[in-house]
């Protein structure tokens, strides 16, 4: 480790990826790339949190069919989400039957599951890893705020929990951008202790890490065509562009946020998306497709970022304590053609 | 991998141990063991929750002062607990300011670190990882059952959350017993939904495991000197011996459960202790000094067990799905005077 950054040397390669989205979402960006776009958020369940699940899964095994690969052939499965216990992740697992490790990053998750993965493949301990999360607007009312039923108003600092899902498979053999490097990020809390306003609370973790991340590279910003943050929204966007820029680090020629593009903002979802399944849809459809496609987009910086409260520690009058952690994801047809040819 | 099993050919050392427990539990076999033992469970905190964080964080930074350390260099924290989203493994992560990656597999939480630390370690990513997992009754009867207050009666096949914490420090040099391999468990529900009943629910689960280890390694129980699982409690260590054995695997002569031995059983904890403080406390004391004295115990096959349920999961009927995940691990004279000498 060079300070908090890992170097993956077999640059185990992001060799496919799915998302899933509800209507809401798919009526933005997402709409054009997710793999399944949802016209019903339950799925046909009968409860949210049973769709939030059947959507995990479906990401999941839709990656591995898009891998070419069965569950059978899957070593490991690292996965997380918001839901207490993080029961969508697990319930997933038993359904895949693929030996399970649970991870947890709030809204981070997809960045930890990339990381975890890439270490896990690149070290030779699994030849493949499926990384998946996912979040659905109803259950993450329920659980962290109020019951939909309630009709409580939203304040204008709320986001939007994105109902989503994402997977992506890591392996050693098979095309795909490489993962090349991961930055494991520090518990920051800055002392916001606003539940509603969970941008301006992950924002220092997102600068925290991001500078980490530079500082250990020794790469600038503009090494990547982008640096994309999880769902900071729009205030929180701004706030990561301010804090580094204060360390004398420009990200915002190339700097955007998941939960900023995810929803055409400036409606009812006041700063734009949130949520684990934020990051993971959007990074596994629109953002995968511009690293594969023609788009020019080569090298990105995936920094999700994670609120790590809970009803009670909020409850027991606790500040936000929050965490990003980065993945360098880069394809470069050379290589590409170099090691797969 | 072989099969769900990971081999560790640089064998990473559990270079040092720490651990803290509870009054009730200090009447039992930990109270000779642990680095602490609390006179009263609130630990000096005002909430049961802050007890649980200040146990988990005073078990890591006793762990790291042992291992001659200071927080500053250690590379990478695991963590998770049973607290929603974690947060005694959050707070313990933003107290000690190292790069944390939250994990969850409930009581499973300790093997899981290690297995996950081993890895890091092991593959080059970090010289140094920190794993820890705790648990409080209090604080787990309050969100999983009922609040202590409301003197709810406790039914006969229920076990008892450990009040106490544990951490290891694992690092590719120094002392202490090596990990030399690792199984990543699956998801396995066989359909029982009493949330009283963790123990029969959760031994199928480490039956698939250890037969999975077994497998994967070539390796026969006799190879290890104990076979040690979580919390499966009386009941659940009298499954998992049958489980097995209907496979034509016998564990029965070196089988020992954390959870049956860490309270004097057949009083008011019924069929012993639970909880991811259970396993963690029990390891990282009294385990780990049989393992680096002169016990004769040279092998150790560590194997704690989690019930991945929610109370949300429960009230919509859902049965409890469930993992275990197994870390041999050994320690050989020999090779230590060599390795390390």
């Known amino acids: 480790m060079t300070g908090q950054t890992i170097f993956f040397k077999n640059r185990p390669r992001l060799c496919a990826a799915a998302a899933i989205a509800g209507p809401k979402e798919c009526e933005g960006v997402l709409g054009g790339y997710v793999d399944c776009a949802l016209e019903d958020d339950m799925f046909g369940e009968k409860t949210f949190e049973r769709a939030e699940r059947k959507m995990l899964l479906w990401a999941a095994s839709r990656c591995i069919e898009k891998a070419g690969l069965t569950a059978g052939g899957v070593d490991v499965f690292l996965s997380g989400d918001l839901l207490n216990q993080i029961i969508s992740a697990s319930f997933s697992a038993r359904g895949l039957g693929i030996p399970f490790l649970g991870i947890y990053g709030a809204c981070s998750t997809m960045s930890e599951g990339y990381l975890l993965g890439g270490a896990l493949v690149d070290g030779g301990y699994a030849e493949t890893a499926l990384a998946a999360t996912g979040s659905h607007f109803a259950s993450a009312e329920r659980q962290y705020r109020f019951p939909l039923e309630q009709g409580t108003t939203r304040p204008p600092q709320a986001q939007w929990t994105v109902t989503g899902a994402g997977a992506a498979l890591i392996s050693r053999k098979g095309a795909g951008p490489a993962l090349t490097a991961a930055t494991v990020g520090k518990v920051v809390d800055f002392g916001v202790s606003d539940v509603n306003n969970m941008g301006a609370a992950m924002a220092p973790a997102a600068a925290d890490t991001l500078l980490a991340h530079f500082r250990d590279t020794g790469r600038d910003p503009s090494y990547y065509d982008l640096i994309v943050t ?112």
């Open 230 to 341: 999880g769902d900071l929204g729009a205030l929180g966007s701004r706030i990561v562009k301010d804090l580094v820029w204060e360390k004398g680090t420009d990200i915002s020629a190339n700097h955007v946020d998941c939960g900023e593009i995810v929803y055409d903002v400036v409606e009812e979802e006041f700063q734009g998306g949130s949520g684990a399944g934020c990051s993971a849809a959007v990074m596994n459809s629109y953002i995968y497709d511009k690293l594969t496609g023609g788009s020019g987009i080569r090298r990105v910086l995936f920094a999700a970022t994670g609120a790590l409260l809970s009803t009670v520690s909020s409850g027991q009058g606790e500040s936000i304590p929050c965490i990003a952690h980065a993945v360098a994801i880069e394809n470069t047809g050379a290589e590409k053609e170099e090691e797969d040819g």
